[in-house]
C-alpha cells in the first residue's frame, strides 16, 4: 500500500476544524498530520510537518489564509506545499486572490463529505481542483480585477494550437469539451494542455486561467 496522504487542517472555527478532522481520520488513506486555528500556525507547522496538502480557510485570525498560502505555495517559495483552500464561495470575495497566491484549488465549506476527499485526493497528486463550472463563475466574477500586462500573443511561446487550447481553458471547458470543439482526443488535449504548463512554467489548470487574462488571451 502507498503511504497515506499527510494533510494539516487549517480553520479558526473549532467545531468544524474538528469535523474536518474526524472525516480525514477516518479514510485508510489520509493522515492528519497537525491541525491549528490561525495562517500564522499554518505557515510554522508546514514547515516542520511538510505535509503533502493543507486544507486552508481563507478567513482566520493572526495572517489570513491568502496570504498564508502565498508564503506556502506562491512564486518564488523553494519547496511550495500543495493547498486546497476551503471557503464561502457566495460570500467571499478573496478566492480569487486565494487561487492567484498558489492554492490549487478551493472548496465550498458545505461541500459533501466526498466532494472535501476526493479535493485533497485530487490536490495531493499534483492537479488542480477548479472544475470548469467553477472556473466560469470564477473568472465572470473577477475578471475584472485582473491587470492585463503588455504582451502580444505572437510573442508568447506556444503554438497556434496551443495559444488555442489555452483560451478554451480559460473559457472554462473541459478536456472533453475541448476535444469535442477542436475534433481531437482528451489525450491529446491532455498533451496540449502538459505542454502549456511547462512552457509557460505554471503549476497547474488555475494558474494558466489567470496567465490567460493577465496576457489578454480571455475576456
Known amino acids: 500500500m502507498s503511504a497515506p496522504i499527510r494533510v494539516l487542517v487549517c480553520d479558526d472555527q473549532v ?4 469535523g474536518l478532522v474526524t472525516i480525514m481520520d477516518a ?3 489520509i493522515e492528519v498530520a497537525g491541525e491549528c486555528g490561525d495562517g500564522k500556525s499554518a505557515v510554522e507547522l508546514a514547515g516542520r510537518l511538510r ?22 505555495a506562491g512564486a518564488g517559495i523553494a519547496q511550495p506545499v500543495k493547498v486546497l483552500v476551503v471557503t464561502t464561495f457566495n460570500l467571499d470575495e478573496y478566492v480569487y486572490e486565494a487561487l492567484r497566491a498558489g492554492a490549487s484549488g478551493f472548496l465550498l465549506k458545505d461541500a ?32 475584472a480585477r485582473i491587470r492585463p ?35 481531437i482526443s482528451q489525450e491529446t488535449v491532455k498533451t496540449f494542455v502538459s505542454r502549456i504548463l511547462t512552457k509557460l512554467d505554471l503549476r497547474d489548470r488555475v494558474q494558466a486561467v489567470v496567465y490567460a ?5 480571455a475576456t
Open 51 to 72: 505535509p503533502d496538502v493543507v486544507v486552508m480557510d481563507v478567513r482566520m485570525p493572526v495572517l489570513d489564509g491568502i496570504e498564508a498560502t502565498r508564503l506556502l
Open 15 to 18: 467545531l468544524v476544524r474538528t
Open 112 to 143: 459533501p463529505v466526498d466532494q472535501l476527499l476526493n479535493g485533497i485526493r485530487t490536490v495531493s497528486t499534483g492537479a488542480a481542483l477548479l472544475a470548469p463550472e467553477v472556473t466560469r463563475r470564477l473568472v465572470g466574477k473577477y475578471a
Open 27 to 29: 479514510q485508510p488513506d
Open 213 to 217: 487574462y493577465r496576457h489578454g488571451l
Open 149 to 183: 500586462v503588455d504582451s502580444d500573443p505572437q510573442d508568447l511561446p506556444l503554438t497556434p494550437r496551443e495559444l488555442e487550447v489555452l483560451r478554451l481553458v480559460a473559457d472554462g471547458l473541459s478536456n472533453s469539451e475541448i476535444a469535442g470543439r477542436l475534433v
